[in-house]
């Protein structure tokens, strides 16, 4: 129950904010409902806290889960070296969708906090979230930091940051944890059939 639990859980640990959207799709659908949406859009930081988000409904999930399709399969693409034009130009095409504008205002201590100037609008977040992946895919050194978890049921991408560039999975407490644990049902297991055999003998 808490594997399932786990697996359904919001993650950001991705190192981008377009990897975060691709992996609300693995290995499970994490954005099934508007209210998951407004949940992934406070907890990747894309809008501030407080933020009204009551007009995310179906629609503005139906367009979130479209552009997540449409990153996953560029991203996937580019780590594989496959060309992927016609989708690279409707990624353009949503990156040119002005975000929304960042505000300092007063908050309730006195001190400067950001807001944003108006109702967020689903376009120019989304539109936020695209030009993201154009500037990772554009810059040769974050590109070259992209890998896929090497998790036995995870193609998650991320963002390799880790000293040496040596980070085997998307996390180490998620898939690392997984892979930890079947390496020793392994050995305990060939342990247990050398120890059956040497019985035998």
Known sequence: MASAAASYDLRF?????????????????RLDSPRRLRAWLLGVGIVPPGTPLDAVDAAWLARFQAARDLLHR?????????AADPDLERVNALA?????????????????????????DCGALVGQIARDAVELLTDPAERDRLRR????????????????????WCSSEVCG???RVAR???????EQTGTRQALKR
């Open 149 to 168: 978890c090497e998790g036995e049921t995870c193609s998650l991408v991320y963002l390799d940051t880790s000293r040496g560039r040596r980070r085997r």
């Open 74 to 82: 560029v991203v996937h693409a580019e780590i594989d070296s496959r």
């Open 96 to 120: 040119a969708t002005a975000p929304p504008a960042p505000v300092a205002v007063r908050g309730a201590d006195g001190g400067l906090v950001r807001t944003v100037a108006g109702a967020p």
């Open 177 to 179: 944890n997984r892979e």
């Open 13 to 29: 640990e991705a190192g981008r904010l377009c990897l975060d959207l691709v992996a609300t799709a693995e290995p499970v659908e």
């Open 184 to 190: 020793h049902r392994r050995r305990a297991s060939g």
